[in-house]
């Protein structure tokens, strides 16, 4: 079966620490992967997707992430979090080509400390 | 461009009231999703559209039903709420073409006591 794993369910970081959130997928074939940012009563936004090419991609908000298909993984990283990073985070994989739907990981809240 | 807009924003339902929630896009997109979100669980799927016309069930889709009568909207109702239902409910679309990125609406925050 699909499945997204997101180990960390809550990460804490000072602000203008590094950070990186993990992500491990199980699928039978290198899926379409993307990570999502929720904040406080929103909707999910898209931070960065990876389909094929550069395994690492680059997303909005200074955030980038690594693909690696000998580790199943996924992470997301950022060199210097600023307090309004605060927000959970979810790591999504899709590669049904009839419904398009994603599987989604459970989410990691991430709170930054001054 | 409004992107996707949800309406109520936030309900309250009494066990056994019936609802619909409301879901529009303005993407011209295909696809159409359900989800809801419970807490530290993630989002399940309920029900998925491919086009107007065409809908079909995700993981969670007992109790709920959906319709796509236009590339627009694509309303969830329930009809005899529990209180299992209480979650918050997420609709999505994305393109035919090109990746599988969907777009999220604000959601719904639903409580039914």
């Known amino acids: 079966a699909q499945s997204v794993t997101q180990p960390d369910i809550h990460i804490t970081v000072s602000e203008g620490a590094s950070l990186e959130l993990r992500c491990n997928y199980s699928?039978?074939?290198?899926?379409?992967l993307f990570w999502y940012v929720q904040s406080p009563g929103q909707g999910l936004q898209l931070l960065l997707k990876?389909?094929?090419?550069?395994?690492l991609v680059q997303g909005i908000k200074g955030f980038e992430a690594e693909f690696k298909r000998s580790q199943s993984s996924f992470n997301l990283r950022k060199p210097s979090v600023h307090w309004s990073d605060a927000a959970e985070y979810f790591c999504?994989?899709?590669?049904?080509?009839?419904?398009?739907?994603?599987?989604f990981g459970s989410g990691t809240r991430l709170q930054v400390q001054p | 461009n409004a992107g996707v807009t949800q309406t109520p924003k936030f309900r309250i339902l009494k066990i056994g009231q019936s609802m619909t929630l409301q879901c529009t896009q303005d993407?011209?997109?295909?696809?159409m999703y359900w989800y809801r979100q419970d807490p530290g669980m993630g989002l399940k799927l309920i029900y998925y559209?491919?086009?107007?016309?065409?809908?079909d069930k995700g993981e969670v889709p007992n109790g709920y039903n959906v319709s796509r009568s236009t590339t627009e909207d694509f309303p969830l109702r329930l009809e005899l709420a529990a209180p299992s239902q209480t979650s918050v409910y997420f609709c999505?679309?994305?393109?035919?073409?090109?990746?599988?990125?969907?777009?999220f609406g604000p959601g719904t925050r639903l409580t039914v006591t």
């Open positions: 999505a679309s994305s393109k035919l073409a090109g990746g599988y990125e969907q777009y």
């Open positions: 699928y039978g074939a290198t899926p379409y």
């Open positions: 990876y389909f094929s090419g550069d395994t």
């Open positions: 999504a994989a899709g590669g049904d080509t009839g419904r398009r739907a994603l599987t």
């Open positions: 993407m011209n997109h295909n696809y």
């Open positions: 559209s491919v086009g107007a016309g065409i809908t």
